[in-house]
């Protein structure tokens, strides 16, 4: 295709005169026509993959990297005096997900469409997404964070489903967002709305009526639950996504000659975590209605749906008040009950029930007992759900637990991101690993070149001056490109253990102050969102930003360190910040992560990760061997056997530790007081003392003696240290989301078939 033809004829001039808003316009209009020319007949099952989330990042050059048309796009572009890199600022970042659960969503979605394998999602359409964040007066404040213009991805339908909330009946509006895959067929993101949203309801930051449903369904993803009303909120919000959704999935394989008894042949439909629950209850419902008995119908519901779990904690497992379901989806109590009856002639033991004796409704115990799969998303966390936390579940079914390890599409998370990387290493391999991921490992003979590594030297410091104008232009923060850049960018939770960052950050302006100066300046870069209801998490927020003004202030330390947070960090700043890694944080407390995926991509694009045994930790540790990865920190065995024992005290390992104890009290000593906010400082201090839930103290000297290393080995072996990185990249093929969805289809789904 001509391009600079393409892009002329549809805005009626040349290529020169064009806005940058006139040349997206055009490009969006070129990639629909050339995506649906990519829509296959769907035969056999097809897949509908049903997340609150789906973190879909800016969409225009990943689709036309994924349509063969980014080269001759940036080309065009380049010979009229233009930029891409200009063009894609025009688009708004979609607000449709938070944090790993979403963007695991959407590239699951990239690689179902490369594949050539039919798999649509659904979700919702929401309008402010979780917030915008902002940090005036060096606190977190939440805005709402508008995407939807008169212009976007996600098109309206004609296509409307009646769901009763409460006893009143809305209309599901669906839209639809075109999912191309690289070299694949396009597929769908199925998105529902309401058309009587009113978003000029929210005031004071994101306040806003919770209990005006027709005003406010979709205004925000997971809004605030500190009250029963935004709780209630959630569970309207997971109905309209279910029941509309279940009705498009029934239409759609009607459509295909389905007559309902046979939907597990034509339908396979994955619950991601527990928030899409209640379709389980709705398609029983609805088989009902077509005249299919409740036994038949739970057999087939069982046959067509799986379940993914995303999560250790216990209280992420979803469990709703009876009452709440009572009053917002009546119509599914008889059904809920009616299973939990069901799942009690199965077993004794009150613990696996769907109702306890609370009346709480458990959504994971429904999934699990009415799906025919339960997957955990990377080894130890499964191993942990069979062993541990689901060990119930996993004695009385045995054959439906298995594992299905995360994946990242590379498509975006190099391609895209890193051209200059991709560029490195098609030199050296061919392109072969644009598909074919494993063919990464073609690098590992260049891993003792010098010349080469020089090479992959300069792309990564290319890429931190890259972020350090990003920083510059959109933040107003200078850093120095020529520090080792130690990134955290993470969903803001005490699990995630920022927290032990910042006792690390405080530990290490002490040392600096006593003349213990370190290997190499560090800019320690973070970026997070914390829930708005999440106090301490917030208050981590603000110790870091306090921080962060102590060492700018201080002459000495200034030189060597550097605390820097990102403003409203989403999958455009994950973009600028990954290639620019030098070192990757993912020190979450061992037995808690259940996977990441931020790891993956910090290591594919060349960093070395600094972690815990935990998550997909593990099976990094396992690709690149000890020697290429920093691992600290207590196991997942000894984390569990210490919650076990119930014996922790985190005020002795205050007390007996004189690094832990000077950092610990620097939180609420008079350089961060005066900087900062003395409610939310002692807060974090105290619940450090007394509480630590997620046992950061007893992993702090671990922590600081393995960064010093790196800190070290990456000032004094520079060589070396790039010869690790290139083995990461090399071994990073296992972590990409065309072989775990490979898996799901091989294990689970029999897309097609």
């Known amino acids: 295709m001509n391009m600079t033809a393409a892009m002329e004829a549809r ?76 063009i894609e600022e025009v688009e708004p970042e979609p607000s449709l997900g938070n ?37 005036k007066d060096g606190v977190q404040n939440e805005l709402p964070d508008p995407w939807l213009t008169a212009h976007s991805w996600a098109e309206k339908t004609d296509t409307v489903y009646p769901v009763e909330l409460a006893g009143k009946t809305y209309n599901a509006r669906l839209y639809k967002l075109a999912v191309t895959g690289y070299e694949g067929r396009t597929n769908t993101l199925n998105l529902f709305d309401l058309d009587t949203i009113d978003e000029s309801i929210v005031h004071d930051g994101i306040t806003f009526d919770k209990t ?97 779990n995303h999560t250790i904690l216990a209280e992420a497992l979803e469990k709703w008040p009876r009452s709440y379901l009572d009053a917002v989806v009546p119509q599914l109590m008889p059904i809920i009950e009616k299973l939990d009856t069901l799942a009690r002639t199965r077993t004794t033991d009150e613990s696996l029930a769907i109702i306890d ?16 799969s339960t997957n955990g998303v990377a080894y130890l966390h499964t191993e942990i759900l069979k062993n541990s936390e689901l060990h119930g579940f996993y004695q009385l079914y045995p054959e439906k637990f298995n594992n299905k390890t995360n994946g990242i599409t590379f498509r975006r998370w190099l391609l895209e991101c890193d051209p200059a990387l991709t560029a490195e290493i098609e030199k050296l391999i061919g392109s072969g690993f644009r598909k074919d991921a494993a063919e990464l490992e073609k690098l590992l003979p260049y891993t003792e070149n010098v010349d080469i590594l020089q090479q992959f030297s300069a792309v990564k410091a290319q890429n931190k001056r890259a972020l350090a104008d990003w920083l510059h ?81 201080d002459p000495v330390v200034s030189k060597y360190l550097q605390v820097v947070f990102v403003e409203n960090y989403n999958v455009t700043a994950a973009e600028k910040l990954i290639p620019a890694c030098d070192l990757s944080e993912q020190i979450s407390l061992a037995s808690k992560e259940a996977s990441g995926t931020g790891n993956m991509k910090f290591m ?38 210490r919650y076990e024992m119930g014996d922790y005290q985190a005020s002795q390992w205050v007390e007996g530790d004189p690094n832990i104890r000077r950092a610990v009290d620097f939180l609420v000593g008079p350089e961060m007081l005066a900087a900062g906010h003395e409610e939310n400082l002692r807060r974090l201090h105290d619940e450090l003392v007394w509480k630590d839930w997620f046992q950061t103290l007893p992993d702090f000297n671990a922590y600081v003696v393995r960064k010093g290393q790196a800190l070290s080995d990456y000032a004094c072996d520079p060589l070396g240290w790039r010869k690790k990185c290139v083995i990461n990249i090399a071994k990073a093929g296992l972590f990409s989301s065309d072989r775990t969805i490979a898996e799901y289809n091989k294990d689970i789904w029999h897309l097609g078939e």
Do not use: W
């Not at 909120?233 to 239409?251: K, N, T």
């Not at 004796?357 to 025919?372: E, L, N, P, Q, Y």
């Open 99 to 135: 944090g790993g659960l979403g963007r695991l969503a959407a590239c699951f979605l990239d690689s179902l469409a490369t594949l050539n394998l039919p798999g649509d999602g659904v979700g919702l359409r929401y309008h402010f997404g979780l917030f915008h964040q902002s940090f």
């Open 212 to 308: 005006d449903i027709d005003k406010n369904l979709t205004l925000f993803l997971y809004p605030d639950d500190s009250d029963e009303a935004g709780r209630r909120l959630r569970v309207y919000q997971q109905y309209l996504m279910v029941s509309a959704g279940a009705q498009l999935i029934l239409a759609e394989c009607a459509a295909r000659g389905c007559d309902y008894h046979d939907l597990a042949d034509y339908a396979a439909i994955q619950i991601n975590d527990t928030h899409p629950s209640m379709v389980i209850p709705e398609l029983i419902r609805l088989l009902g209605e077509k005249g299919i008995d409740f036994d038949e119908a739970v057999e087939i519901v069982t046959k067509t749906c799986a379940y993914t």
């Open 357 to 372: 004796g609370d009346d709480r409704v458990h959504m994971a115990h429904m999934d699990i007992h009415f799906t025919h």
């Open 11 to 86: 805005t009626n001039k040349p290529l020169t005169a064009c806005t940058d808003q006139e040349i997206y316009l055009a490009l969006l209009d070129i990639v629909r026509e050339q995506s649906t020319a990519r829509v296959r007949p769907v035969t056999g099952r097809k897949l509908y993959y049903i997340s609150a989330e789906f973190l879909i990042g800016k969409l225009l050059s990943n689709n036309l990297i994924n349509l063969g048309l980014y080269d001759d796009t940036r080309a065009a572009l380049a010979a009229a005096g233009k930029n891409l890199s200009d």
């Open 604 to 641: 594919l694009n060349g960093a070395l990760t600094l972690g815990t045994m935990d998550g997909a930790n593990v099976e990094i540790c396992q690709q690149v061997g000890d020697e290429n990865i920093y691992i600290f920190g207590q196991t997942a065995d000894q984390v569990i056997h």
């Open 473 to 553: 232009r959109t933040q107003n923060i200078t850093v120095d490109p020529d520090a080792m850049f130690d990134i955290q960018s993470k969903r803001l939770h005490e699990y995630k253990r920022q927290q032990l960052n910042l006792l690390y950050l405080i530990h290490q302006y002490h040392e600096i102050k006593a003349g213990h100066l370190p290997a190499t300046p560090l800019v320690s870069i973070f970026g997070a969102k914390a829930a708005p209801a999440y106090t301490i998490a917030k208050d981590i927020i603000h110790a870091l930003l306090t921080l962060s003004k102590v060492i700018a202030a």
